[in-house]
Structure formats: structure tokens, C-alpha cells
């Protein structure tokens, strides 16, 4: 398992992290296909060849493993020269239908990657999905060497999974940048608000898992007391922050609506 | 300053928190307010008389602190006995006008209180504003005995800082909440999301200050590569869930005007 022959598709963040850490752990990265330059780096950091197109790599790799855009997943997976061995891709939205022949799989690490921070992957999320029983057992030992955090997650439900991902991940990052924007606009510091974030990431992470425990309990505000009065005074004063305005009414409406029908 | 006279107004969680930690650096609370029950509880633990209504409290006081709902503390403020001594409200959205007199002022602790959880108030910012410079200076002085974080923010200032941290607290919070309500819809394991939401927090909560500082650099998802099909695609996916749908669209819009517009 630790001595099997992989490929990697793609050169960005995705690529970068799991190529790097499956080295690490004992897997054997052959060759790099990318058009892209930073093929060479991750190649060089990995001891693998760098190829410029997928059309290039060969046919000695137990496991081609894509790590490229969602929408050039499926190009990218003809091009591949052997259709008998493992393909997999990396993606939480793409269904594992995309991928050609019956050797095909998802390996999906649940987490937001960047270029210049070291992951520990020791507890990261990764959800597999084979066609094959076999293959479905290949994936699940791979990321167990990776991960204590493995599941078995078929396309439906990762795919859930995913948008789930862009709420806890692309949509708190925004509003907390509309905070910092604020904060600017109004000229207050926003060193201010740390300590709130803090606590209410705090309060969220010792939260229970269902909807019965506490994230739904511990929400406050004028949206959860359906104090309409302030909230029409709070849209007055948003009133020069369009984008604010907008999402101020669309999450007060979700937050009334939450609390007064259930 | 540490032998200062203190009534509190309200027994609520902010009534509760401050009353515990003056006391706690010295103070002397010596009335509790309150028409709940809860204002015994809350006298008892800080060694103050409890009674039922603000119109009974004495005059010997050297501080009237106000910690009720925004819009009882102008008629509480009335009742207060003694004009001449500083009086002051714990709100963030309220002006220091509402307020009867000259010796009047605000004393208002940015965090999110709850009732069985201590919260350190070693950098809790405590934002104060006074009419007169004295009473000023000592908000200042009570502020530094409880915090090292003690800043001076006028009406404007702090309504701004209070509707930062509704977008940093309640709104996050909120997407939270949506995120495990999604899970639960579609049979995921909410724990799946708690590294990528660990994350998340990290990677905010080491960026920089300034609008050009990370916190908008580290934004990614299809909103901020304006991904239109991918978009559709998961607005069809949340068909089911209207709250979400509209969530996902005004969030989405905002992402996408601001990178495009800047």
C-alpha cells in the first residue's frame, strides 16, 4: 500500500497537499501533469517527472489522481493513457459518472487549502467513493494513512457536503470581511471585534451535532427576538453599504423565519 | 475607585456579568433592580439588596448602571432617584441622549454574554463615552480595573460596532446553524464540517488588519471566480431549502460584486 505508483493531475493547492503529504507517508508520486510552471516546483518537491500534458504521463502508475478545476475534470480524465488502472478525482461537487471506464473513484479532502500553510492532516475529513469494492478498500486504506477522518460518502452526499463547506467557509469569510468593512467605513477599529469572533467561534465549536443542540440555541439578536423596530433602524443605518443592506435583510429573514416556525 | 458605590439596573446576562466582575475588582454593588426573579439570584451572589422596582432604589450610590433592553432604558433612566449622580447604559445601539441629565454616560462591554459560561474579561474591549470629562475619566478608570482593553467611542462609533458584531456574531452564528440544518437534510455527518470551520477561524483570525489584508485575500469558492454555472447548479441543489437558496444568492451576489467592482 505505502510503495503504490501515483500521478498527479493538476499543480495547485489541492495538488500541492495531497502530493506532498502522500509522499510523506510512504506513497510513491511518479509523475506530475499541469500545464502549468508550478508542475515543475511540486515535481521537484516530490521527486516526481513533470509532464506538460496529461497526454504525456505513462502508463506504470497504480493510481492517477485529478486535481484540477471542476469543469475540466471530465477532458482531463480521456486523456489519461491506461483506463484499466485507479482514476480518482478530488472534487466535493463533481459526480463520479464523469470519469471514463469502471476503475474510477473520489478522493475528497474536506477542508480549505492555501499555498503557504502547512495542513495537519491528522484529523482531516477525507470522503471516498469507488465504483469497485476493491478500489472503494485501495481509497479507503489511502486516506486512513493520511487521516483518521475517513468516510465513505456517496456523490449525493458529498456533494451536500460541499455546499455545506461553502456556508461554514466562503460565506462566514465574507461576512466576516463586511465586518472589517464596516468597521472602515464607520471608522471604528477592528481589532474590537476579536474578541467576539473568538467567543463565537468558541460557542459554536463546543456546540452538539444535531439541530436540537445549542448552535440553533445560542443565536441572539434583534432578528432572533424579532425586534422589528431595530431592525428597520439598522437598515437605515446600513443604508450607504448596499451589499450589507442586502444581507442584513436576507439573514434577519432567515433568522425570523428559523425561530417562528419551529 | 475600587470602593465605588454601584446600583445595577436589570439582571439579565449582562446585569449578571458586570455586577459579578465589579464586584470581583472591588466595587461595592450595593442594589440590585429588577421586577424578574432573577435580580434576588444575582443580589445574593454580589452581597446587594434586591428591589423590585428602580423607583425604590436609594440615592447613596455613586454609579447607576443600566443593563436592560434598549428600549426600557429611557424610562428606567427616569425613575432613577438622583439625577446628580452619573448614570450610565451597557448598550451598544443606544445614544448617550436618551439619558436624563448631564452626568450621564455609556459603559458598553463588546462580547456576547451567556449565563453558564465565565468569560475572561482580561481583554474584553469595553467601549465608554461620557458627557463630562470627569465621568469620563472615571468609566476609563472602572473600565481599566476590569479589562486592558478600554476605548472611548462616541454614539456613532459604538452603533457602527454594534452592527459589525451583529454581522461578526449573530449572522455567523446563523450560517452555522444553516450549515448543520443542510447536513442533517441530506444524511452528512455534521462533525465532517469541524476542521474545515476550525480552519476557517484560524485563517481569520490571523489575518491583518486593514481591508487589504487577507481577510479578503483568502476569500475562494465559485462566487469569488464568479462560477456561474456552478451557481445555478447549487441554487437547483438547494431548491429544497428556500432559506438556504436565498442565503446562498445574497451572499453570492455580494461576493461577486466585491471582486469585481474593486
Excluded at 66 to 84: G, M, R, T
Amino acid at each position: 500500500m505505502e510503495n503504490i505508483n501515483v500521478s498527479v493531475i493538476g499543480a495547485g493547492n489541492v495538488a500541492h497537499h495531497l502530493a506532498v503529504n502522500l509522499q510523506r507517508v510512504g506513497c510513491n508520486i511518479r509523475q506530475v501533469a499541469s500545464r502549468s510552471e508550478s508542475s515543475v516546483i511540486l515535481a521537484k518537491k516530490v521527486n516526481a517527472q513533470a509532464v506538460k500534458s496529461v497526454a504525456h504521463l505513462d502508463r506504470n502508475s497504480d493510481l492517477y489522481l485529478i486535481a484540477v478545476n471542476d469543469d475540466q475534470i471530465n477532458s482531463v480524465s480521456e486523456l489519461i493513457p491506461d483506463h484499466d488502472k485507479l482514476i480518482v478525482h478530488t472534487s466535493g461537487s463533481v459526480s463520479i459518472n464523469v470519469l471514463p471506464g469502471q476503475r474510477v473513484g473520489v478522493f475528497y479532502p474536506l477542508q480549505t487549502f492555501s499555498k503557504d500553510r502547512n495542513l495537519d492532516f491528522t484529523n482531516l475529513p477525507i470522503c471516498v467513493e469507488a465504483k469497485q469494492p476493491a478500489d472503494l478498500e485501495l481509497l479507503l486504506q489511502l486516506g486512513q494513512l493520511l487521516s483518521q477522518n475517513v468516510s465513505i460518502l456517496n456523490s449525493e452526499q458529498r456533494k451536500a457536503a460541499h455546499l455545506a463547506a461553502i456556508f461554514a467557509n466562503n460565506f462566514t469569510n465574507h461576512l466576516v470581511f463586511l465586518t472589517q468593512e464596516l468597521c472602515e467605513a464607520k471608522g471604528v477599529n477592528f481589532d474590537l471585534l476579536r474578541p467576539l469572533l473568538t467567543e463565537t467561534f468558541v460557542k459554536i465549536n463546543q456546540s452538539g451535532n444535531s439541530l436540537e443542540n445549542q448552535v440553533k440555541k445560542i443565536q441572539t439578536g434583534p432578528a432572533r427576538r424579532n425586534d422589528q423596530k431595530i431592525i428597520a433602524q439598522h437598515l437605515v443605518d446600513l443604508g450607504i453599504l448596499p451589499r450589507h443592506s442586502a444581507i442584513y435583510q436576507t439573514l434577519s429573514n432567515s433568522i425570523i423565519k428559523t425561530y417562528n416556525e419551529l
